[in-house]
Nanobody, 122 residues
Framework: QVQLVESGGGLVQPGGSLRLSCATS????????MSWFRQAPGKEREWVGC????????NYGDSVKGRFTISRDDRKNTVYLQMNNLKPEDTAVYYC???????????????WGQGTQVTVSS
């Protein structure tokens, strides 16, 4: 099994940036598609995006395209979510996840992190 630990969340003003990290341990990190999801209060969990082994393929949700970038460092077993031009509607708990598909569906996820809070507010 793979274990995931997110970090880097916090409070940021609208228009600002944050970078989240997800450190992994356990089974071979490079065999998984790594995804980010988020869940705002009172809303369902939303897929943000994902990246394949080696970073060769990426996919993003429509709400974050052009603002968020996912990357991974397979030597460090870590995946990153760079978030730019943040908006109040980006406020949510952000989750890192390991899975088997670029589809963004939760049934392809085999492991979840505990989540990190991102709050966008002035």
């Amino acid at each position: 099994q793979v274990q995931l630990v997110e970090s880097g969340g916090g409070l940021v003003q609208p228009g600002g940036s944050l970078r989240l990290s997800c450190a992994t341990s356990g089974r071979t990190f490079s065999s998984y598609v790594m995804s980010w999801f988020r869940q705002a209060p009172g809303k369902e969990r939303e897929w943000v995006g994902c990246v394949t082994w080696g970073g060769g393929a990426k996919n993003y949700g429509d709400s974050v395209k052009g603002r968020f970038t996912i990357s991974r460092d397979d030597r460090k077993n870590t995946v990153y979510l760079q978030m730019n031009n943040l908006k109040p509607e980006d406020t949510a708990v952000y989750y890192c996840a390991a899975g088997t598909s670029l589809s963004g569906t939760e049934d392809s996820i085999v492991a979840w992190g505990q989540g990190t809070q991102v709050t966008v507010s002035s």
